[in-house]
Nanobody, 126 residues
């Protein structure tokens, strides 16, 4: 069984940076993709950044490409989301998620991910 615990959220001014961490407990052998999602009040949860665990590929939603970076520290069993040049529209609860279904490439769909963390709030003020 895989469990996910996020940390690193907070408040920052527009243009600033934050780094989210997702500590993974349990074996990653059954995990094929890991991702970060976010959900703003009154909006649907959306995929932000994804990393294919066996092959290492990454994918980003267009609104964050070039500003956010997803990475993984194998030794610490931790997934990161480095967020730079933050904008007020990035304000949301951010969730780490794992997909244990074999795929050649990560799906950005919420329904593809079966394990979720508790979330970390990110607030960007203008």
């Amino acid at each position: 069984e895989v469990q996910l615990v996020e940390s690193g959220g907070g408040s920052v001014q527009s243009g600033g940076s934050l780094r989210l961490s997702c500590e993974v407990s349990g074996s990653l052998r059954s995990v094929y993709c890991m991702g970060w999602f976010r959900q703003a009040p009154g909006k649907e949860r959306e995929g932000v950044a994804f990393k294919n665990i066996p092959y290492g590929g990454t994918a980003y939603t267009s609104s964050v490409r070039g500003r956010f970076t997803i990475s993984r520290d194998n030794a610490k069993n931790t997934l990161y989301l480095q967020m730079d040049i933050l904008k007020p529209e990035d304000t949301a609860m951010y969730y780490c998620a794992a997909d244990r279904t074999f795929r050649d490439a990560c799906s950005m769909s919420v329904t593809a991910f079966d394990t979720w963390g508790q979330g970390a709030q990110v607030t960007v003020s203008s």
